[in-house]
């Protein structure tokens, strides 16, 4: 099976910037953006298909960009005009549905 392992997340203050990466081990087609906050359910941020097309979560809409290397089996988030409620464990897997066995995830901690 496909193994995910995310990374760039850290410390930003708000307002500022972040790209996180996601690196499968394998082939992937659409892929999400997921994110759980301490105490929260994890919830859907983003998707992108081979072809590029993307879908954002209303609260993202705008200030997140997903991207992919379909060659290098790579997904990225782009994520500007940081808020603290953004702050959670970001995680890559398949969308709608996730198929994949999650990866470790990578922490985004905005500071107000």
């Known amino acids: 099976q496909v193994q995910l392992v995310e990374s760039g997340g850290g410390l930003v203050q708000a307002g500022g910037s972040l790209t996180l990466s996601c690196a499968a081990s394998?082939?992937?087609?659409?892929m999400g953006w997921y994110r759980q906050a301490p105490g929260k359910q994890r919830e859907w941020v983003a998707a992108?298909?081979?072809?590029?097309?993307?879908n954002y979560a209303d609260s993202v809409k705008g200030r997140f960009t997903a991207s992919r290397d379909n060659v290098m089996n790579l997904v990225y988030l782009r994520m500007n005009s940081l808020k603290p409620e953004d702050t959670a464990v970001y995680y890559c897997n398949s969308w709608p549905t996730t198929k994949l066995a999650w990866g470790q995830g990578t922490q985004v901690t905005v500071s107000s």
């Open positions: 992108i298909t081979r072809g590029g097309n993307t």
């Open positions: 394998g082939r992937i087609d659409t």
